[in-house]
Every structure is written in C-alpha cells, then in structure tokens.
Nanobody
Framework: VQLQASGGGLVQAGDSLGLSCAAS????????MAWFRQAPGEGRDIVAT????????YYGDSVKGRFTISRDNAKNTLYLQMNNLKPEDTAVYYC?????????????????WGQGTEVTVSS
C-alpha cells in the first residue's frame, strides 16, 4: 500500500481543516487505518484510528469531540476532519495502514506510512 497525505496548512485557532490520505493497492479496504501526528521535538502520537469497514473508531484523548476520522473504501481514501483547532494541534500528520483490520493505536502495528502533511495552528 502506498499512501499520500494532503490537506495540511496554516490556520487560526478555532478554525477547521480536513486532511485526506489517498491509498493505492488492493489491501486498503481490508486494513485498519490511522492518523498519527508528531509535534516539533516530540514523539509520534495516535490521533485516531478506524477499522477496515469504518464501523469502529478510536480517538486520542486530546482530540475527542473535535476530530472525526472516516474512510471511503470505494475511493481508497482516508479522511480526518479537524474542528476547533488549537495551537497544540500543530504537528506533522501521518496516515498509516495497519496489518490488522481492527482499530489499533500502536505504531508498531502499522506497516505503511504516508509522507506526512504539516498543520500549523496560530493563536
């Protein structure tokens, strides 16, 4: 699976932004998918994950109620809708395809990674 993330940019606090991750390859629809993020000088953390069918999702505590992960298996695309953005959401966002069909918040369970798209939230 090859992944291409897009949609990042510079926004103000309180704004909304949508990220997309286009996947190529036959295994997208059978793979659990996730968004991770890495802030400057920090490690890579889970943002959200979604099962292969889209029926189950899991969110990191800091984004619950503000971000929504979704997928369109017909279009081989993963999405992340981010609302009420905060300066602490500033990071490079990575999409990832997992080795399992279920949701999973552990980096080691993801085999394929996109190149990252940068999100900057100004106060």
């Amino acid at each position: 699976v090859q992944l291409q993330a897009s949609g990042g940019g510079l926004v103000q606090a309180g704004d909304s932004l949508g990220l997309s991750c286009a996947a190529s390859g036959r295994t997208f629809s059978s793979s659990g998918m996730a968004w991770f993020r890495q802030a400057p000088g920090e490690g890579r953390d889970i943002v959200a994950t979604i099962s292969s069918s889209g029926s189950h999702t899991y969110y990191g505590d800091s984004v619950k109620g503000r971000f929504t992960i979704s997928r369109d298996n017909a279009k081989n695309t993963l999405y992340l809708q981010m609302n009420n953005l905060k300066p602490e959401d500033t990071a490079v966002y990575y999409c990832a395809a997992g080795r399992y069909s279920t949701t999973n918040f552990l980096m080691r369970n993801y085999d394929y990674w996109g190149q990252g798209t940068e999100v900057t939230v100004s106060s």
